[in-house]
């Protein structure tokens, strides 16, 4: 066992049943996070509702902390506050907005193919740049409940919206791994939503796919402060390392960056278990 692992989180894994192939199930996982001394985490299905299968693996390990939640993609209606409140009673403690059906996304993926028909995705805004009337039901339901709320795959243009108005409703908000390019937010937005009191997701697939170099998270973390900010890995893709593998890759990484133990004791360890604590 690591130490620098010993009760740190990762709010952030896929893992199967579901309908991709996942790098492992939801027990394995849990072997691996009891084997490397770490507190919990979340799983994660772009498309199915996890929160049932957590509630599982709490009463299998209880001396992990794992929780579930819902994803707002088209799978489970959409941007439907009805699945968003049935997660939430069935114990999730987690709730993104749409990634894979957001339409942002499915734009930068598209951006050279302009005949893409992306009718059918989602996004949280009408015409006039204003909220959608669902949306901010799912906001109530995520404020009664103290629901971790993700931007998911949105655009930083509509997440910021979202944040400012999910903390406005007494929202527990995040900017979901903000260093990714299909949903990138500056340095200037994050440090933004901070002020007003969201909390910064970076998560180690952007590093480990080249998508954004460890100096740059390193610079993003120190511009948002260590109080504000949460790792994940965002793994469970077949060819990525497993989450206790990464996570302890995205610590060393990070101390080689200058960052402290007591740096990443926040980042890994307070941080994420003040975010899913029903009562926090």
């Known amino acids: 066992m690591n130490e ?55 009463e299998l390990y209880p001396e992990l902390t794992i929780v579930g939640g819902i994803v707002l993609n088209r799978s489970v209606g959409g941007i439907n506050p009805a699945a968003a409140e049935r997660s939430a009673q069935a114990g999730g403690r987690m709730l993104w907005f749409p990634t894979m059906d957001a339409l942002s996304y499915q734009r930068y993926h598209h951006r050279n193919d302009p005949g893409a028909d992306l009718s059918k995705c989602l996004t949280v805004l009408d015409e006039n740049d204003r909220l959608l009337p669902e949306v901010l039901d799912v906001l109530d339901v995520a404020a009664a409940y103290q629901l971790a709320t993700g931007t998911g795959h949105l655009g930083a243009h509509e997440g910021m919206i979202l944040v400012q108005e999910g903390l406005r409703r007494g929202c527990r908000m995040v900017l979901t791994h903000c260093d990714n390019p299909a949903n990138f937010y500056t340095v200037e937005q994050q440090v933004e939503a901070v002020r007003w009191g969201a909390m910064i997701e970076h998560s180690y697939l952007t590093t480990l796919w080249g998508r954004t170099p460890i100096e740059e998270i390193a610079r993003m973390i120190r511009a948002a402060g260590c109080e504000n900010v949460f790792l994940t890995t965002d793994y469970g893709q077949p060819k990525s390392p497993y989450t206790d593998e990464g996570m302890l890759q995205y610590a060393q990484d990070l101390l080689g960056q200058g960052f402290t133990e007591e740096d990443l004791d926040r980042m890994m360890r307070r941080n994420p278990a003040r975010l899913i604590a029903p009562e926090a």
Not at 30 to 58: C, N, P, Q, V, W
């Open 4 to 58: 620098l692992l010993k009760g740190t989180y990762d709010l952030h894994v896929h893992t199967a049943p579901d309908v991709v192939p996942r790098k492992c199930s939801d027990v394995q996982l849990a072997e691996r996070m009891r084997a490397a001394g770490m507190a919990g985490g979340a799983i994660k299905s772009h498309y199915l509702d996890t929160a049932g299968r957590a509630g599982i693996l709490r």
